[in-house]
């Protein structure tokens, strides 16, 4: 995970190429989900919202975007490389994948406090940095075997982390913010009824 945390650090693939597991990458997707729905509970803590619920409302939708982006686009990836002669399995594609998703766990903690221009810092920096991750890594592999086509594993690889980058900020940061925008605009409303009717 140290390794990984280095976005311009091309070792990591001797290093998971030799022993690719596929442990590190469902921990790191599970304890992000979590710590997604965390963020969200503690942003609504500090805004003064009700939590009833959140958890088993929320953590399934976020299970499911995590781990379908986490396990598909490495699919995708495989699928391409294949194609075009490169040899690597999806185990491999997938541990590298995966492990680029350990930069999101501290980023997204700090995102929790709910400072919109902190979040779009914040989760700029760790797509970016994901993203550089994952080329770095599979640039020397893509030379050997796909010549001038790597640029298409690239637009994957970019497409993948946009698409992730998009969904915290506008999804999940987002529905945080309305949820609690709309519990204060209900809360607004039962204490002028309720205020009227003392009257």
């Known amino acids: 995970m140290l390794y990984s945390l280095i976005p311009l650090n091309p070792k990591f693939y001797d290093i998971s190429n030799n022993s690719p597991d596929l442990y590190g990458p469902f921990w790191i997707y599970t304890c992000l989900i979590f710590i997604i729905a965390a963020s969200g509970s503690l942003s609504r803590y500090f805004q003064g919202s009700e939590m009833s619920n959140f958890f088993e409302n929320f953590v399934p939708t976020a299970a499911m975007i995590i781990y379908g982006i986490g396990f598909f686009v490495p699919l995708i990836i495989v699928i391409i490389m294949k194609c075009f002669g490169c040899h690597d399995s999806y185990i491999s594609v997938l541990c590298i994948y995966g492990y680029s998703f350990s930069i999101y766990i501290p980023v997204v903690i700090i ?16 797509a970016s940095s ?21 640029f ?42 309720y205020n009227s009717t003392k009257l």
């Open 111 to 126: 995102c929790g406090l709910g400072i919109n221009f902190t979040q779009w810092i914040l989760l700029l920096y760790a």
């Open 130 to 150: 994901s993203t550089s991750f994952i080329i770095v890594n599979f640039w020397r592999e893509m030379g050997k075997y796909v010549d001038k086509m790597r």
């Open 152 to 193: 298409i594993i690239i637009i994957v690889i970019i497409f993948g982390q946009i698409s992730l980058f998009f969904i915290m900020k506008f999804y999940f940061f987002e529905k945080f913010e309305q949820e609690i925008s709309n519990n204060n605009i209900i809360d607004t409303f039962n204490n002028t009824i």
